[in-house]
């Protein structure tokens, strides 16, 4: 089992829909999560960081399974802003080391 | 404030030529990072600094070198170019604690011909 799986989409969905990315993670000692976002040729952007009872940021919604081992993200009422590649980070410790990146979700968002 | 600052931000080399990417970074972060990024396969740690003075290896350190003489300052350098080192390099920085994000640099385009 890879260390940090993403499913690499694409996700083509109409403006205004909800949709859904999950991340699933192996090592069970991981610490903290993070979702970033990545624009086509561009440096990846902290979009939020993932906390153990769930977090919401506007119309993003982060969620933590340790039991099942994955994070989730959830973006309601999808902007053609929101056209990116999502890439999940999962940090085992304080080490550089254990800060892993998933390869990312590409999401598309049609008028 | 600038944040994390690369340069260059592109860059062509012949096979052998060496060079050295300089990031620079104003917030005061005590980690640093360099992470390549290759299509299809995500973002990969070269090396990294949790204080000045110290580097270590990450997941790809072969054919690469770093330096942290002062806190601000995170040098990549390559002694003799690949074409397998054409890539996107990444400069990143950190506060340190478990729950800190990287912040991300504009990113180095590398091309070895």
């Known amino acids: 089992r890879k260390e940090v799986e993403q499913d690499p989409g694409p996700f083509n969905v109409p403006e205004g829909a909800t949709v859904a990315f999950n991340c699933t993670y192996s090592n069970s000692a991981s610490q903290s999560f993070f979702w970033y976002r990545q624009d086509c040729r561009k440096e990846p952007k902290l979009l939020m960081s993932?906390?153990?009872s769930g977090n919401e940021d506007g119309r993003f919604t982060a969620q933590l399974n340790r039991a099942s081992q994955y994070i989730s993200l959830l973006i309601r009422d999808s902007k053609l802003s929101d056209s990116a590649t999502y890439l999940c980070v999962v940090r085992a410790n304080q080490a550089g080391t254990a800060l892993i990146f998933g390869k990312g979700t590409t999401l598309s968002v049609s008028s | 404030n600038a944040g994390v600052t690369q340069t260059p931000k592109f860059r062509v080399l012949k096979t052998g030529q060496s060079m050295t990417l300089l990031c620079a970074q104003d917030m005061n972060h005590e980690y640093m990072y360099w992470y390549r990024q290759d299509p299809g396969m995500g973002l990969r740690l070269i090396h990294y600094s949790v204080g000045e003075g110290t580097t270590a290896k990450g997941e790809v350190p072969d054919g690469y070198n770093v330096s942290r003489l002062k806190k601000q300052n995170f040098l990549l350098g390559l002694e003799s170019a690949a074409p397998s080192q054409t890539s996107v390099y990444f400069c990143a920085s950190s506060y340190g604690g478990y729950n800190s994000p990287l912040h991300f640099g504009n990113g180095t385009r590398l091309t070895v011909t």
């Open positions: 993932v906390y153990s």
